[in-house]
């Protein structure tokens, strides 16, 4: 009889959390393991008087390190028909992800309840889905300031249509680093990795997936070629111009504003605060407001055409381990630690206005600025309302001085480190998914 061998091509992952089952298509290069942590206790002592000296060496398990699992899936947005087995949503038209469980645990308690993720039964949802060409669904991070976040086990199903399936799972895990990737010629994808308690050989029964819409879907990748970056500058401001009803320049929602001139504009109506004064800078909510003859000045931004780039989210998770004597101890669970969120771009070296060799420039330049603060916003996918894409915005970016990589085509890499506003909120990324109709 023929060994029955197993092909990581053949392998499907599953993520439970409570009664809730998802199917998460993933790419090759998973991996999942668990070591021991051992002790050692040897002899050594000098000669006796036959000139015999002890060497004896004992091993002793002091107890299981927690289980470490990766895998990377492809960023795949869609939009829910509502209905039908496997629905990711009970409103048709909702925007949503294949892996969005992934980010449900990243981001909070991820407690599952009538297709949404909440911070607890009947409580607060932090990743929510609107419908429609101007919706998204969106992952706020305003649940996951906890110190412990929502676990799930996780699933690798091992074998193919035909074969006795090998099924390991790894329970109580939790999402410690999320890695968005956009290489130039790739489809974009997030490298997640974790931990967990324990592994174990669950047989041959694989999990029934009851959450699985978009999994078989050919038109909700993301072409990173497509992507876009719109790079704030810090404290720079374009000439002033006219804010009011019939101005030729329409306000941009979410950009930052410098007020000018005060004037009779209606600046509580876009954002200002209640009570605006010349040199005050407020980030617009609308587009237009009453009145006639009030200025101000748009924060200026570069013009960057990205040759790649990467934003990592991190948790800094630790993991618990019992150390009592005369058993083999288990991993308990996880405390959070300092939430990170950084990354880097690429671009051409360009000497244009406002391009990357000004962005160098202005960086090396601030000799007194100890924190910039740069607004940075990557439209994974594009602009295109018609297209799958995901929007990582991050509002408060520290830059570092980019290098030049001498290549062919001389290019600057630059390194950031999004903030929050301040440094108890969780404000630094926001991530908005748009999706689409799947076939």
């Not at 645990?105 to 060409?133: C, R, V």
């Not at 009570?275 to 006639?292: C, K, L, R, Y």
């Not at 990205?306 to 669970?333: A, D, K, R």
Request: hydrophobic share 35%; aromatic share 8%.
């Amino acid at each position: 009889m023929a060994d029955q061998l197993y092909f990581s091509r053949d392998t499907k992952v599953f993520i439970e959390i409570g009664s809730s089952i998802w199917e998460l298509p993933v790419l090759d290069g998973f991996s999942f393991s668990q070591a021991t942590n051992a002790s050692e206790v040897t002899l050594s002592e000098m000669s006796g008087t036959d000139g015999s000296s002890r060497r004896g060496r004992r091993m002793f398990t002091d107890s299981f390190a927690p289980a470490e699992w990766s895998f990377s899936t492809y960023m795949r947005p869609f939009t829910s028909t509502g209905t039908g087995a496997g629905a990711a949503s009970g409103t048709d038209g909702d925007h949503h992800g294949v892996e969005e469980v992934m980010w449900a645990l990243m981001a909070g308690p991820a407690h599952y309840q009538s297709n949404e993720f909440k911070d607890k039964a009947g409580g607060t949802a932090y990743i929510s889905h609107s419908n429609g060409a101007n919706g998204s669904g969106d992952i706020d991070f305003g649940q996951s300031n906890v110190s412990t976040l929502g676990t799930a086990n996780i699933y690798f199903a091992m074998g193919g249509a035909t074969d006795t399936k090998t099924v390991y799972k790894i329970a109580d895990c939790v999402v410690n680093e999320a890695s968005a990737d956009f290489d130039i010629d790739g489809i974009a994808t997030i490298n997640w990795s974790g931990m967990g308690s324990i592994i174990s050989d669950e047989g041959t029964t694989v999990p029934t997936a009851n959450v699985y819409e978009g999994i078989n879907a050919t038109n909700n990748f993301i072409r990173n070629r497509l992507t876009t970056l719109t790079a704030i500058r810090d404290g720079i401001f374009n000439t002033a111009a006219t804010v009011g009803a019939g101005a030729a320049n329409q306000l941009v929602e979410g950009r930052r504003y410098k007020i000018a001139v005060v004037g009779d504009t209606n600046w509580t109506a876009i954002g200002a605060d209640g009570s605006p004064a010349v040199g005050e800078i407020f980030t617009a909510n609308a587009v237009a407001a009453t009145g006639t003859n009030g200025t101000a000045q748009q924060e200026s931004q570069y013009g960057l055409v990205l040759t790649g780039g990467n934003v990592t989210i991190t948790n800094n998770i630790t993991f618990l381990t019992p150390e009592t004597l005369g058993s083999v101890n288990q991993p308990i669970g996880h405390v959070t630690g300092s939430r990170s969120v950084s990354g880097s771009f690429t671009c051409y070296l360009n000497n244009e206005t406002d391009s990357s060799a000004e962005l160098f420039e202005d960086l090396i330049g601030a000799t007194t600025t100890v924190t910039n603060n740069h607004t940075l916003k990557f439209d994974i996918g594009g602009l295109s309302p018609n297209l799958p894409r995901v929007q990582m915005s991050m509002a408060s970016c520290h830059l570092e001085l980019p290098s030049h990589s001498i290549d062919d085509v001389i290019s600057l890499e630059t390194a950031f480190h999004a903030l929050p506003s301040a440094i108890d909120l969780t404000d630094e990324v926001t991530v908005k998914y748009f999706g689409r109709d799947v076939v």
